[in-house]
């Protein structure tokens, strides 16, 4: 019943719909919230939505994962790998700004007790 | 009740003006969905069989974009600098109340297998999916076990130290030996057999490289955690 679901244009327009819908939840996080951590809640948010119209985009259901084996010598037969790469490299940095963000809002708090970015006023002439 | 009087007319049409552009994006990414087009990593997956190990994501993270990975190992390194620079570790505020005796045990009895699957991910990230930031953060996720059950658990400070700084300069040391013996930086210079692909000791210096990798993020991660758990609790 459910095999148009399998044709590369259905599974593709799915993936980028999704992603899309969760980077606009991000977003939408992103300029509504106040609490300073969620307001990096809401871009880890859309960062993972970035990951995941990559991976969805770059996936080939008839083929196999970029590793050859001893039944998998083919490579016309695998996936793509540079994408993997990518993402691999965008996860780290992610998180490495996330680590480093939650750090500054904690020392943040701790120096001035705030953490509504409406009331982060101290720069202000 | 008029819906006009209540909503002003700017974020109208500014809801508007956001509809009008989310549709042109979704129409623009559905248009141009990459269905059969060539795709970018088919020169690299043919390139791959004569100088590559078996996992190609590695190859191309370590060998064909290894330049790139050191720079992304230096972004991780700032950002741990930067948490320990804002986080100064505050010995006397640690966890208060000591944690359940089954939580202990079971920290303690897991722990080594944790590090141990960590260091498996991160030896054998040329042939099979893992790798040296995976094997990394799973070690990372065995300190944070220990931190949060054990009241006085610490990893030195000397110790990540240590662990980093001998990781860090031993990639740069490598790509200059490949720059010095083979012209190019980070070059392959320990012979690497093709025909030995899918064995443990193949690939020449890619494997080498992961696994500095893994110790890099590894001591990294650990240190992060570390500090984010050390903070002081007052205020």
Known sequence: MFEFLNQPEVIKTIVTLGAMSLFFVGLFGLLTRKHIVKVFISIAIMESAIFLLFIGLS????????????????????????????????????????????????????LTGKTEIDTMNEMRF | MNIK??????????????????????TILLQYLPLSQQRVGDALLVLNEKEGVA?????????????????????????????????????ECRLKAESNFMLQTA??????????????????????????FQGGVIIASGV??????????????????????VAGVSYVLIGFMGLLLLDTFLGNFIPHDIANMGMLLSGGVIP???IIVGIKVGSEMSGIVQNLMQRSDDV
Do not use: C, W
């Open chain 1, 59 to 110: 996936f080939n259901r008839e083929k196999v994962a970029p590793i050859i084996d001893a039944t998998q010598t083919q490579v016309a037969t695998m996936n793509d790998p540079i994408p993997q790469a990518m993402i691999l490299t965008a996860i780290v940095i992610g998180m490495a700004v996330l680590a480093l963000g939650v750090s500054f809002a904690i020392e943040y708090y701790k």
């Open chain 2, 5 to 26: 009087r209540d909503i002003p007319t700017a974020t109208l049409s500014g809801f508007a003006l956001s509809a009008v552009l989310v549709l042109t994006l979704i």
């Open chain 2, 55 to 91: 996992n190609v994501v590695t190859t191309v993270v370590v060998y064909f974009r290894g330049f790139d990975t050191l720079g992304e190992i230096a972004v991780l390194f700032i950002a741990s600098l930067g948490v320990g620079l804002m986080l100064q570790p505050n010995t």
């Open chain 2, 107 to 132: 920290s303690t009895l897991l722990f080594p297998l944790i590090l141990l699957f960590g260091i498996y991910v991160m030896v054998y990230g040329h042939l099979s999916p893992g790798g040296g």
């Open chain 2, 144 to 165: 944070l076990l220990l931190l949060i059950s054990h009241k006085n658990f610490e990893v030195p400070h000397t110790v990540i130290v240590a662990f980093e700084t």
């Open chain 2, 208 to 210: 080498l490289i992961y």
